[in-house]
């Protein structure tokens, strides 16, 4: 893929062709469009229509061809509250059982 969105295929014979060039779209007013959820949204009248071309133009943004996006999640951070949230889930786990041992032998002295 270029900067300017053309999809480029290359073919066994060596041809390379260009298939398709990538669109971005942008909207007068972003913080308007509606969730639907899933990481999706759409137009709402708040958002405005959306403004559609190649990338790089008016205020669109860039396509970088051949990176890679690392991850926005701090995996150590969220290993700590796996740990932490595990750690609760079997503190609370002991405490029903201490409780129902409870109960078993209030039963049981009847």
């Keep these: 893929m ?3 969105g053309i999809v480029l ?3 066994t014979n060596g041809v390379t062709k260009p298939l398709a060039q990538v669109a971005l779209a942008n909207f007068t007013s ?8 899933n990481n999706v949204w759409s137009e ?6 959306p403004l559609v071309g190649p990338p790089g133009t008016a205020s669109l943004g ?9 991850s926005n999640v701090d ?4 290993l700590v509250s796996l ?8 503190a609370n786990a002991q405490t029903i059982k201490t409780q129902d041992a409870l109960m078993q032998t209030l039963v049981n002295l009847r």
């Design 2 to 4: 270029s900067d300017d």
């Design 9 to 11: 295929g290359r073919y």
């Design 30 to 37: 972003p913080e308007g469009l509606a969730p639907l959820g």
């Design 44 to 49: 709402s009248s708040k958002s405005g229509p």
């Design 62 to 70: 860039a396509l970088q061809s051949g990176t890679v996006e690392e």
């Design 75 to 78: 995996l150590t951070a969220e």
């Design 83 to 90: 740990i932490t949230a595990q750690r609760n889930y079997q």
